[in-house]
């Protein structure tokens, strides 16, 4: 990977990145967004899957659709058919499990690169960024051996509540299907199968095994299926893994409406749907509904609903065996196109690379979110600083494992303590103390890894001695930073939040710091929105990190120091208070049989918009250490055809002392429109790294069917005529110029 260095100033020094492995995908200019497509499931080796598919025996041909391990299907030896490997997950290649427990299997080979969390891939708004990530895991998983990674998790964030929020990239459907889409090319470039997941309507942990989702057709195709289609469409998807939930009335992953209609029919999918872990109610139906494997659990894996039930459904005469045959063929054509057979020249993959390890660095500092920095508190400028207190559990706490499915094993994962120790110079005194304690009531849970409805209750007590060795050291230091935040044992799969407070009492333990020493900085660790409302009115200075990876504490000590400028922007918005979020002001979460959606399209800023209420920080907010100046928007032309493209261009002048990226943003908005839209809806996006005093052009293409909706009555996607505003911005309530364009 190429990396330039540049130095601007005497003060900063800027690390700029050239991207590499995508570049012969550029669709144009530089200023243009890149625009991904995956490959096609090839026919070349439908005659010899045909053969392949005559030689079987009913029994080998179930075989390869349930597990026979935890992570594996079975394969047939004699037919050269391997077994189809699978790993997680979103943040990394998960390590190895043993073949029939949940157990790690006690491997020395299988530690991986941990990614930043999927909300850190979107917050970096540079899809370039996406691909990145999807090609570097994909060789990592090549190293390990694996045919299919289930990843990337895409699922809308309806709550900030959502226990798997960080594992999720955003509430927007634009910026979810930018990131997917190039996610899965990277992936599948490496001869590596993305399984996306959770398809679909599967947005809370709480119920999950068996609430029933009731989402009007309108919101489903606006706001929850983009992302999906997309990702089959233009990303080519080799696998879609069905999720736990129902919708309207059927489980997902015997859902015909869902796995038949929409995905094949519709969509024209070809890869092969696999059950989430146990998600599988049925035998006849689930096959017949659309899903190819079943996944599971450690019961005898002949218990399977596609094991030992549907060798007897198809002695019985419930099922054809022809039916089976269809889906053991997709099976093989995936494995085909992934090399596992028939090609010589699979990728063979690199795991836990100082590259690698670089990708992962690239993609942290890019997400990193200034939230606030009165009076440049920002970046620490060191002449005469002679110590600095690093305040709190988060400074050192590691996140790679955790999350059950989501977790990683590695060997690198520096700490925000860690990273300021690699970049301060020895001058510099680190005062540490580990503030608050992270502690919880396990007295309903027994321990924290128990899967149960709710999320985890902290003990949000300050331990006085811990309290007055925070203070001591921000007392005793010329700067304070505060790591505060959560962790993967509190955000997590199979619970959901129960409130966006800050936990452990460490708003009390900021505010006490506060006191004691003004010069304090505020850094958040976490993967979800929580309600940092006082604590953003009393600090100077408040930066937003993420479970941000391998080398996130470097990139972390990179942005505090400013070697790196900030440049991430929020992938959702951060509300003052819960009852301000559309599914909570609606009351509609999270139901407990039946959950209905009742905000509709309105999800995340469009509600925020809409609805005019003032959330804490705005969706696609996030500041840097320069500033810009936006201006000269126009359209190519005036009016459009629906087969056309608009094109529109902006000036972004770096008014600011040093280089900096910002990320213009185009939400088009049709005050006029027939049928109810959200105020503004992003349709456009692009970063751009402008140099001090310097203007670039921005150029950012809107195809004119992106600014249709979903019409219920006719079932198509329509584009209204007529006229529409284009708000362009830097958040979507930093709007700074408006355009008119006619639809004809
Ligand atoms: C999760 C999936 C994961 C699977 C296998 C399930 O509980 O929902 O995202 O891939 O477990 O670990």
């Not at 993967?527 to 391998?550: M, Y």
Request: net charge neutral; charged share 25%; hydrophobic share 40%.
């Amino acid at each position: 990977m190429k990396t330039k260095i540049i130095n601007l100033t005497a003060a900063f020094t800027f690390v700029i990145f050239a991207s590499c492995k995508n570049e012969t995908k550029s669709s144009g200019a530089d200023t243009d967004q890149k625009e991904y497509m995956g490959k096609e499931i090839g026919t070349k080796f439908d005659k010899e899957i045909d053969k392949l598919v005559a030689q079987m025996t009913l029994e080998e041909k179930v075989g390869m659709l349930h597990g026979n391990s935890m992570f594996t299907t079975a394969g047939v030896e004699r037919l050269g058919i391997p077994e189809l490997r699978m790993a997680d997950g979103p943040l990394g290649v998960r390590e190895e499990i043993s073949r029939d427990s949940w157990k790690p299997a006690g491997l020395t080979n299988d530690f991986a690169t941990y990614y930043p969390a999927a909300g850190a891939l979107a917050a970096t708004w540079d899809t370039e960024m996406g691909y990145l990530f999807g090609s570097s895991v994909g060789e990592e998983m090549r190293a390990r051996d694996k045919d299919m990674l289930l990843s990337p998790a895409i699922n809308i964030i309806r709550t900030p509540l959502g226990g798997r929020t960080y594992e999720y990239m955003t509430e927007d459907p634009f910026l979810n299907k930018k990131f997917a889409v190039p996610l899965v090319v990277g992936l599948q470039d490496n001869d590596v199968m993305a399984c996306v997941k959770h398809f679909a309507a599967n947005n809370q942990e709480t119920n999950r095994d068996y609430v029933d989702v009731q989402i009007d057709e309108r919101t489903l195709r606006e706001i929850y299926l983009p992302a999906f289609e997309a990702t089959v469409k233009e990303g080519k998807a080799y696998a879609m893994m069905g999720a736990y939930n129902k919708f309207r009335g059927e489980y997902l992953c015997e859902n015909d409406y869902m796995l038949n209609k929409i995905l094949r029919d519709e969509w024209g999918f070809e890869g092969v749907v696999v059950s989430d872990w146990a998600a599988v109610h049925t035998t006849v139906k689930s096959l017949q509904s659309g899903l190819d494997i079943e996944m599971g659990t450690t019961k005898p894996f002949n218990e399977f609903f596609l094991a030992d039930k549907l060798i007897a459904a198809v002695k019985n005469k419930e099922i054809s065996e022809a039916e089976i045959d269809k889906h053991v063929k997709r099976i093989l054509r995936v494995l085909f196109q992934v090399k596992a057979m028939g090609g010589k020249d699979r990728v063979k993959g690199s795991i836990a690379t100082e590259a690698h390890y670089q990708d992962a660095y690239k993609i942290a500092a890019e997400a990193i979110v200034l939230l606030k920095n009165e009076k440049n508190a920002l970046p620490l400028k060191l002449d005469g600083v002679k110590s600095i207190a690093v305040i709190g559990n988060n400074a050192t706490k590691k996140n790679a494992l955790g999350g059950f499915g989501a977790g990683v094993k590695t060997k690198r994962e520096v700490t925000p303590l860690e990273g300021l120790k690699n970049r301060l110079p020895a001058s510099v005194k680190i005062n540490y103390a580990e503030g608050y304690l992270e502690r919880y009531d396990l007295s309903n849970r027994g321990n924290l890894g128990n899967i149960t409805a709710e999320g985890p209750v902290t003990i949000d007590k300050l331990d006085p001695a811990k309290l007055q060795e925070a203070l001591e050291a921000a007392k005793n230091s010329d700067v304070a930073v505060i790591f505060a935040g959560s962790n993967r044992d509190y955000e997590t799969e199979a619970s959901d939040r129960r409130d966006l407070k800050l936990p452990f009492a460490q708003e009390e333990l900021i505010e006490k710091v506060l006191a004691v020493n003004p010069n304090t900085i505020v850094v958040m660790v976490a993967g979800a929105p929580f309600d940092i409302d006082a604590v953003t009115q009393k600090a100077s200075a408040v930066v937003w990190t993420w479970f941000n990876g391998s080398e996130g504490g470097n990139a972390l000590a990179d942005v505090l120091l400013g070697k790196v400028n900030p440049s991430g922007k929020l992938p959702w918005t951060m509300p003052k208070k819960l009852a301000d979020s559309p599914a909570h002001a609606t009351n509609s979460f999270p139901g407990d049989k039946v959950v209905k959606y009742e905000e509709g399209i309105l999800v995340g800023y469009r509600w925020f918009d809409t609805k005019n209420v003032a959330p804490l920080f705005p969706f696609g907010y996030g500041l840097s250490y320069t500033t810009f100046a936006v201006d000269n928007a126009k359209a190519d032309k005036a009016a459009y055809a629906e087969n056309e493209t608009i094109s529109v261009t902006v000036e972004v002048k770096n008014t600011g002392k040093v280089d900096g990226k910002e990320v213009i943003q185009l939400y088009s908005s049709k005050s006029d429109s027939k049928v109810s839209r959200a105020s503004k809806e992003l349709k456009g996006f692009k970063k751009v790294l402008v140099k001090s005093g310097s203007t670039e052009t921005v150029t950012i293409k809107v195809p004119v069917k992106e600014l249709a909706y979903y019409d219920v009555t006719s079932k198509k996607w329509t584009v209204e005529p007529g006229k529409y505003t284009f708000k362009i911005g830097t958040s979507s309530r930093d709007i700074k110029k408006e355009i008119a364009v006619t639809i004809k």
